[in-house]
């Protein structure tokens, strides 16, 4: 029998870190004099790789200005941790709880993030639960969401199969990634996309607390 895995997404369903990735944004566009989008615009492309989210908000844009402007996201997110200016990016609610009880319960655990390797590392350590992970995957070596590499290659090294494996997050990014790799697509209710796109994604649940998430897994 192959392990059960239970993948997380990270900005939007562990932490909640729309402050700091949305004051990147604008002045990522206002280094280049162009006008920032709207906060709301900004949340709705967490969660996808930086030079796909810069498409998204920049359509007529060329592909050589979104690389541009991916990378000067990157570099004032750099700015602002190595300044001391972040903001808090505070754990959802229950969540330590969560992961602590699907480790009792024998699941292994996972991310799979458009966060950088870097990223996702200071972050887990920040909130001292990098230990609760036995696979991280990042957007420094897969594909945009929601291609499935990051799925396939977590459970990959966690042993897992799709019937044993569930996807957890809080865009239809990660739901339709979840899909597309044949996992259990699990929704959340408290991120940046409303439940009812995460089920026209897939979502085959959406939980409205990190305590509804263990029980759920339990019926799969």
């Known amino acids: 029998m192959s392990n059960r895995l239970a993948l997380f997404d990270c900005d939007g369903t562990l932490v909640d870190s729309q402050a700091n990735i949305c004051l990147a944004m604008e002045e990522a566009f206002s280094a280049h004099r162009l006008d920032p989008p709207t906060r709301e615009a900004i949340r709705r492309i967490v969660g996808l790789s930086l030079v796909e989210a810069a498409a998204?908000?920049?359509?007529?844009?060329?592909?050589?200005?979104?690389?541009?402007?991916?990378?000067?996201?990157?570099?004032?997110f750099i700015r602002?941790?190595?300044s001391?200016?972040?903001?808090?990016?505070?754990?959802?609610?229950?969540?330590?709880?969560?992961?602590?009880?699907?480790?009792?319960?024998?699941?292994?655990?996972?991310?799979?993030?458009?966060?950088?390797?870097?990223?996702?590392?200071?972050?887990?350590?920040?909130?001292?639960?990098t230990r609760h992970f036995v696979t991280l995957q990042t957007a420094d070596r897969h594909p945009s969401?929601?291609?499935?590499a990051m799925v396939e290659a977590a459970m990959a090294e966690a042993g897992a199969e799709p019937e044993t494996t569930v996807m957890i997050?809080?865009?239809?990014?990660d739901m339709a990634m979840g899909v597309a790799a044949g996992v259990h697509p699990l929704g959340v209710g408290w991120?940046?996309?409303?439940?009812?796109?995460?089920?026209?994604?897939?979502?085959?649940?959406?939980?409205?607390h990190a305590s509804g998430i263990g029980p759920h897994l339990e019926t799969l």
Not at 57 to 76: F, M, V
Not at 191 to 208: I, K
Request: proline share 5%; no cysteine; hydrophobic share 40%.
């Open 56 to 76: 998204q908000l920049l359509p007529e844009a060329d592909d050589a200005l979104h690389r541009i402007i991916a990378e000067t996201y990157r570099q004032q």
């Open 145 to 148: 969401k929601p291609h499935p």
């Open 169 to 173: 997050g809080d865009t239809s990014f």
């Open 84 to 129: 001391g200016t972040m903001l808090a990016e505070p754990l959802y609610d229950g969540i330590v709880e969560t992961l602590v009880a699907l480790d009792a319960a024998g699941w292994l655990l996972g991310v799979a993030t458009g966060k950088s390797d870097r990223g996702l590392s200071l972050i887990l350590a920040h909130h001292e639960i």
């Open 191 to 208: 991120g940046y996309h409303a439940p009812h796109e995460l089920t026209a994604a897939g979502a085959r649940h959406v939980a409205s």
């Open 80 to 82: 602002m941790r190595t």
